[in-house]
């Protein structure tokens, strides 16, 4: 294992794993909608488009014709916090790989043809995942309401008109900005040597200059005093119910126990939510959640699918038994062991892959500060007692620290319950 700091400020870190003769490469540039403002949302996404549509150097398409050819393949993806370049590769398309990575890093061709051609894209992906999607939407209302202050309040995909507004002096900008090398983290593992990697990386990436740092999120979301509430009518098949806890940022020590709550909670056919709510009242067919563990608190989600002519709020009345009582007593020691073999099986599932790896390295380094602190976290799930989940479930899963979103059919009058906070509409 090797990690070095580039002339630049840009971060390499390499894991060796000689099984197998390919590469996993992950590029982790910070830079998501939590970097965005007010009329120019949805700037990084926007990113992830036009990193693979040409340089100076190489025409669009062509980044993925050279990387297929050598068996190759890529992809990206864009969160609140991170856009993530991830490539995998045979072992001797490395110094292929990183100059292709560089070059767009430095060379990245801003053509007005195909930058509407890109919003165009971006604008029909917004329809498919937003406006003609029911989670989608509910979602995105559900986060612009818990959030009054912070820039997660805006999707990462952006807002319609923001979407139509980009100005090029707008990406131009972007670009210089979070695309400099200093606010870069590159992750490789499998079949590589770390010297020789980190030579090539020297020799491709050091030569882009370095930029002054991003300016710093500075807006700290106050604290939430009420629950606030979401109503969106519109055609759908079966009701759905969101619930949008305050949740702490990543490294916030308290992390292991929040992943081992939620996967107490949800994950499986005998997770606590499951049990209660699909299969003893079968109020809802299914269950589901995550944590938005990012640079800044957070989110934590809770959400119910119900079932055609399902009554709302029959199952968030149930849903709030259940947490209250695991928010005064905890969960079973039989739940929290289940939880913890759950996560210790997954991480250590994750790091049976080089692309689990090299996932993995990015993560600990760009959200915690430090790499190592991944070959620490077995034991920090190990050591998680059910009094520290019964008091992070006492603090999370505070009614008046959450919002809840209810999508009802449309013409479908099954109680959504009085509104306690602001509402949405949806056509």
Partial sequence: MRAATLANGMRVIVWPVRNIPNIALYNWVRAGSRNEAPGATGLAHFFEHMMFNGTSRHPPGEFDRMMEAEGGANN????????????????????LVLDLESDRVAHLAFTPAVIESERGVVASERRLRVEDNSHGLLAEQVQATAF?????????????????????????????????PNNLTLALAGDVDPER????????????????????????E?????????????????????????????ADPRGP????????????????LHRALVEDRQLAIEVSGHWQEGFDPGLLWLSLMLPEGGDPEEARAALDAELAAVAADGVTEAELERARNLATVGLWKKL???DGKAQLLGEYEVFHGDWPQLFDAPERIAAVSAEELRAVAAEILDVRRRTLGVLVPSGDAAGAGPDTGPQSSGA
């Fill in 352 to 354: 049976a892959a080089i």
């Fill in 257 to 272: 126990a929040v992943n081992l709550l939620l996967s107490a909670l949800v994950e499986g056919d005998a997770s606590r």
């Fill in 148 to 180: 009054v202050a912070h820039p997660y309040r805006f999707p990462t995909i952006g807002w319609p008109a923001d979407i139509r507004s980009w100005r090029l002096e707008d990406l131009q900008a972007f670009y210089r900005t979070y695309y400099a």
């Fill in 222 to 250: 106050p604290e939430q005093l009420c629950e606030r509430r979401v109503l969106i009518r519109r055609q759908a098949q079966t009701p759905l119910l969101q619930c949008a806890y305050k949740a702490p940022r990543a």
């Fill in 76 to 95: 990206a993806f864009t969160s609140d916090d991170v856009t993530v370049y991830q490539d995998w590769f045979p072992a001797n398309a490395l110094e």
């Fill in 197 to 220: 990697a980190i030579a090539l990386a020297r020799r491709f990436f050091e030569p882009i200059p370095a930029q002054a740092p991003p300016p710093p999120v500075r807006a700290v």
